[in-house]
T-cell receptor, first 109, second 115 residues
Framework: GQQLNQSPQSMFIQEGEDVSMNCTSS?????WLWYKQEPGEGPVLLIA?????ELTSNGRLTAQFGITRKDSFLNISASIPSDVGIYFC?????????FGAGTTVTVRA | DSGVTQTPKHLITATGQRVTLRCSPR?????VYWYQQSLDQGLQFLIQ???????AKGNILERFSAQQFPDLHSELNLSSLELGDSALYFC??????????????FGEGSRLTVL
């Protein structure tokens, strides 16, 4: 399957801080997605990006589909305790949805 | 609540054994996907079924098999279990046959522990 490199692997952030994580691939994707997984639950779709260069927001979350179609980033502004979780990037190539290894976010109150 | 139901939530078994994980998709969804999540790893795509037929295959071992029944529920069978098969197994569903929108709805997972 496709190889997605997600970084950082984990981060500790102060409440109120802005957070950024990114994902790169050696191959082109037609769609980039960002999911969040909270403890004991399955991943939930946060943002979907369908066009190169697209910048999309969902509340305090902003994500961009890289111009080269090989990368994407996710920003979380003014982090709060409920932002804790694992954030996964994912790319769609035909039928398959391939996931990155995830970024574990822990918020210090 | 995503509407996707997985059972059992937890399962502990021994090496060499066989287990079956079950998934009921959201009402109206025709596609079912199985993913494996091991410790410190992302979600590895195993297999997809659409309306009863296998649609796509990922990194699924030969010891594993799956099927989707006429009522659209799916089962993932894991046999000759090894310690390394311990993982969280997720089922997801979508309306169509292609994950084009990325709108996969995930269940809460079945945690398998092989001792």
């Amino acid at each position: 399957g496709q190889q997605l490199n997600q970084s950082p692997q984990s981060m500790f952030i102060q409440e109120g801080e802005d957070v950024s994580m990114n994902c790169t691939s050696s191959s082109i994707f037609n769609t980039w997605l960002w999911y969040k997984q909270e403890p004991g639950e399955g991943p939930v779709l946060l943002i979907a990006l369908y066009k190169a260069g697209e910048l999309t927001s969902n509340g305090r979350l902003t994500a961009q589909f890289g111009i080269t179609r090989k990368d994407s980033f996710l920003n979380i502004s003014a982090s709060i305790p409920s932002d804790v979780g694992i954030y996964f990037c994912a790319g769609i190539d035909d039928y398959k949805l391939s996931f990155g290894a995830g970024t574990t976010v822990t918020v210090r109150a | 609540d995503s509407g996707v139901t997985q059972t059992p939530k937890h399962l502990i078994t021994a090496t060499g054994q066989r287990v079956t994980l079950r998934c009921s998709p959201r009402s109206g969804d025709l596609s079912v996907y199985w993913y494996q999540q091991s410790l410190d790893q992302g979600l590895q795509f195993l297999i997809q079924y659409y309306n009863g037929e296998e649609r796509a295959k990922g990194n699924i071992l030969e010891r594993f098999s799956a099927q989707q029944f006429p009522d659209l529920h799916s089962e993932l069978n894991l046999s000759s279990l090894e310690l390394g098969d311990s993982a969280l197994y997720f089922c997801a569903s979508s309306v169509g046959g292609r994950a084009l929108s990325g709108e996969l709805f995930f269940g809460e997972g079945s945690r398998l522990t092989v001792l």
